[in-house]
Structures are given as structure tokens and as C-alpha cells.
């Protein structure tokens, strides 16, 4: 593969990448521990180096979604990728507004928004991911998938929604699927 990562891939990281990289929907099953973070950053640097994304919409329980913000994302994204990132909030005050809206200026940036899952319970929270969403060229990826396996809960079904108009679909979870 004929790409310069930021971070050295290891060799299950750059089949699951090669497997991965250009269809429209997957998922990395992976043990925990394995780098699935750095394999979908590699995945999105890659899609928007092709012109094929502007847009990541970065869903994760709420213990891990700023983790993505401030750890994963600056680790592992290529220098030479310009972003506009910003982690959602549900409480918007006015500096927290004028972050959101950065995410709508024109220009060749990616625009990164990470979500926590339980946000997409509520309408605010839909609302403004659908606008991200239809406003880009978007990857939506779903960290921990395993939150949204009851196919009868609101948030499931808000995701599912969404996903129709995202151009690319990732799902990662490190935890064995379970009969439910």
C-alpha cells in the first residue's frame, strides 16, 4: 500500500486498512488493544486524501468520545491533512456554538465532529448530525458498535437514519457479539 502514514501500521493493521479502505460500508471486528482507532484515522486520511470525504462523524460511549478529540486523532492523522475538529457538547453556550459552526465554513479542511452515543437520543443531538452529515461528503464511524444493538432503542434507530445519507459507513467493536 502506497501511503505515508503518520503512525507505522502493523502488519494486521495494514490488511484490515487494504480490506477496508475504499468500500462503502464495514466493520473492524477487533480485540481490544489492536488499534482499530488508527486504523479507521488511516482509513479517513486515505478517502480524503482521494477526494472522496471532507466529513468524519465520529459516534463513541461517553468514556471514550474525547478520547478520539484529544488522543487518537492528533496521534495518528497524517500532518499534511488540514482539520477543523470539535468535540460536541450538549450543553451550547455561545463559544461552544461558534465552535459547531466552524464545521459549516467552506474550504478543503476536513471537518471532524466527535459525538457521544447518547446524544443521538435526543432530537438536539440528531438534529445537528444530520446537518454535519448532509453539509459533507461524510465517513460516519460507530465506536464500541455494540451501543447500538438493540435494533428497537431510539438512538439505534436515529443512527440508522443517519447513516443513509453518509457516503461511508465503519462500525469497530472489540467486544465479542453477543446473542442479542
Known sequence: MNYKFKTKP????????????????????MEMGTGKSKVLIDNVAMLYDKGKINGVLIIAPKGVYKNWYSSEIPTHLPDHIE????????NITKQQQ???????????DLHILC???????TKKGVDFARKFINSHNTMMAIDESTTIKNPE????????????NAKYKRILTGSPVSSK
Open 83 to 90: 482539520k477543523v475538529s470539535v468535540l460536541w457538547q450538549a
Open 115 to 121: 459525538m457521544n452515543v447518547e446524544a443521538l437520543s
Open 153 to 164: 432503542a431510539k438512538r439505534t434507530k436515529s443512527i440508522v437514519s443517519l447513516g443513509v
Open 98 to 108: 461558534q465552535n459547531l459552526n466552524t464545521l459549516f465554513k467552506t474550504g478543503t
Open 10 to 29: 502493523y502488519a494486521h493493521q495494514l490488511k484490515a486498512l487494504e480490506m477496508s479502505w475504499e468500500k462503502k460500508a464495514f466493520a473492524y471486528f
